[in-house]
Structure formats: structure tokens, C-alpha cells
């Protein structure tokens, strides 16, 4: 499904107002897609991107057309849900509205402004991927379901202060350290 702007995630720093909202039903695994347009070209690439070498044996959509267009771009099996009743695609719009509200709360914690908004998502939807699991996952993690491997990387709250070493030629002329945000 599409995650829509709303005024609380808004335009990014890049121009980014659309958000694309996958989830794996084999795996429970989530990937949210940014981009500046709903358009088939920009779905087709989310849905490449996330697929990698695994084959995709059914999408489910809302009838929109840049989605059914991407899936048969991609040669995958579309199922169809009426358009306009987000009520008849239930899966996947419970995973919106979650998604929306805990990158709202992201951003709130933080203390930085909406136009973090989707950067906050995405990060939610990863920490969703690496802690998330149900007793009926045989206690993996969707991330572990779906690579075939624990996440072993950093845990890092969104928008914690850190501290951070520039590197590159313009290191030798810069103090030890910098402050910035992750």
C-alpha cells in the first residue's frame, strides 16, 4: 500500500512525498520505499529493490494503477482489492496506520521535525524487522526469517545525539570530533 502525506509527514529534505508500504506475509517482514511521485516507475523499483533474487508470488494491491502496473511490469501474480475501500486491503493498512503512528512518536521523541517524518519511518519499519517476532515465528525476528541470519548491526535510537570523526582529506584540518544526529 501507499503511505500518503499527511501534514505531520510531509515533504523530506529530498523532495520526498510518497511513501511505498511492503510487507512479506511469509515472513512478517516490512520495507518502506520513499519517493518523490507515486508513478509505476518508482513502485517498479521499490518492488525490484525488495524482491533482490527471491520471486514474488502474489501482490496484493488496492487497484491503484502504478502498483498493478509495476507487478506486471515484474510478471507477478496480482491480487486485487476494491479501490478506494481500504477496509477490503485490512492486512496492510493496519501496517500503515502503525507505521505512521510510531514514526509520528519517533519524531515527537527526537525532538526533530516532521520533515524527518519518513526518515523516522523507515527507521521504525527496520527496528520492526530486527525485534518483532510472535511465539508462532519459532522466536525469529521477521529480519531473520526473511535473510536466513540474526541482524548482528548497531541498535541505534532515531535521532540520538552522537559523536562522530569526518573522514576523508578534509579530517586533518577538523577538531577530534563532531556533534550531528543519526
Known sequence: ??????????????????????????????????????????????????????????????????????????????????????????????FVRIVKHNSRASVLQSGMGHKWGFRAAEHWVFTWNIHEYKPTDQGKTPYERRRKEPYTGEMIPFGVLVHFKPGGAEAANLPTFHEGTL
Open 1 to 94: 500500500d501507499v503511505i500518503r502525506p499527511t501534514k505531520d509527514i510531509n515533504i523530506d529534505f529530498h523532495g520526498n512525498n510518497t511513501g511505498f508500504l511492503l510487507r512479506d506475509l511469509g515472513t512478517n517482514h516490512l520495507h518502506l520505499d520513499v519517493s518523490q511521485s507515486k508513478v509505476t516507475e518508482s513502485m517498479e523499483y521499490a518492488l525490484k529493490f525488495y524482491k533482490g533474487d527471491d520471486e514474488i508470488l502474489k501482490f496484493h494491491s488496492d487497484s491503484a494503477q502504478e502498483l498493478e502496473g509495476a507487478a506486471r511490469n515484474l510478471g507477478i501474480l496480482i491480487e486485487e482489492s476494491p479501490p478506494y475501500e481500504p477496509q477490503s486491503n485490512g492486512a496492510i493498512e493496519v
